[in-house]
C-alpha cells in the first residue's frame, strides 16, 4: 500500500517566484490536509480540503498562499512570490475522513534565496 | 480554543532505560488524542489514537495511556532507533483539525 506521496522531497525558489508543492492522498483516501513546520516548532495546519472543495483554510495567509484538491490529480499547494519567510517544510496529510487519524507525506523543503 | 502541551521538551536515556513521555491538554469534548513519531528530515509516522479515559494501547515497546487531562507514552527499555521527535495531537468535538504539541525529543543512548 503506497503512502501518502509529495514532490518535489525539495525546492529551491529565488524570492519573487512561484513554488507548486504535490500531494497524493493515500488510496481510499479523500481528505487531505496542509502543514507548515519550522525548525524548532509544531506543525502549524494551513488548509484542509476535500475533492474539489476547500473545507477550512483559516491557517492559510490569505495572500499569496492557495490550494487545490482537483477531481483528478493530487492537491497542489501553491506559493505566489515567495519570500524567504516561507523556507519551511511543509507537509501533507491524508485521512478516510475527518473522524480519524491523519497519515503523513514526507513532506517538502522549500527553500527560498 | 484547544490547547496541547508536551513535558518535558527534550530527555536523553541511557539503552534500557525506562521513562515516560506526557502531552497535558485542554479540549473541549474530546474526539481523539493521538501520538506520532518524528524522524529528522521525515514526516510524522501515526503511532496510536485514545479516545477516552482509561484507554490503552500498546506497540513494541511503546504504550499509550490517556485519563481525562493528560495523556503518558510510555517508554519500556529503550533502544537507541527508538530516538525521536513524539508529537502529541487532540481533535476535539467542533474541529476537524487536531491541534498539535511542540514534542518531545527524545535521545537514546547506546
Known amino acids: 500500500n503506497a503512502g501518502v506521496m509529495q514532490n518535489p522531497r525539495h525546492l529551491v525558489r529565488r524570492r519573487g517566484q512561484e513554488a507548486r508543492l504535490r500531494c497524493s492522498p493515500m488510496k481510499g483516501h479523500s481528505h487531505v490536509y496542509w502543514y507548515r513546520q519550522l525548525p524548532e516548532e509544531g506543525l502549524k495546519f494551513m488548509v484542509y480540503l476535500q475533492k474539489e472543495n476547500i473545507i477550512d483554510e483559516s491557517g492559510m495567509p490569505k495572500e499569496r498562499f492557495s490550494a487545490e484538491f482537483p477531481k483528478e490529480g493530487p492537491s497542489i499547494l501553491r506559493i505566489q512570490q515567495v519570500v524567504r519567510g516561507d523556507s519551511a517544510a511543509y507537509f501533507c496529510?491524508?485521512?478516510?475522513?475527518?473522524?480519524?487519524?491523519?497519515?503523513f507525506g514526507p513532506g517538502t523543503r522549500l527553500t527560498v534565496t | 480554543e484547544d490547547q496541547v502541551t508536551q513535558s518535558p521538551e527534550a530527555l536523553r536515556l541511557q539503552e534500557g532505560e525506562s521513562s515516560s513521555l506526557n502531552c497535558s491538554y485542554t479540549?473541549?469534548?474530546?474526539?481523539?488524542l493521538f501520538w506520532y513519531r518524528q524522524d529528522p528530515g521525515k514526516g510524522p509516522e501515526f503511532l496510536f489514537t485514545?479516545?477516552?479515559a482509561g484507554e490503552e494501547k500498546e506497540k513494541e515497546r511503546l504504550k499509550a495511556t490517556l485519563t481525562k487531562k493528560e495523556s503518558f507514552l510510555h517508554i519500556t527499555a529503550p533502544k537507541p532507533e527508538d530516538s525521536a521527535t513524539y508529537l502529541c495531537?487532540?481533535?476535539?468535538?467542533?474541529?476537524?483539525?487536531?491541534?498539535f504539541g511542540r514534542g518531545t525529543s527524545l535521545i537514546v543512548h547506546p
Open positions: 485514545l479516545y477516552s
Open positions: 479540549v473541549s469534548g474530546l474526539r481523539g
Open positions: 495531537a487532540v481533535k476535539s468535538g467542533g474541529s476537524y483539525i487536531p491541534t
Open positions: 496529510a491524508s485521512s478516510r475522513d475527518s473522524t480519524y487519524e491523519q497519515y
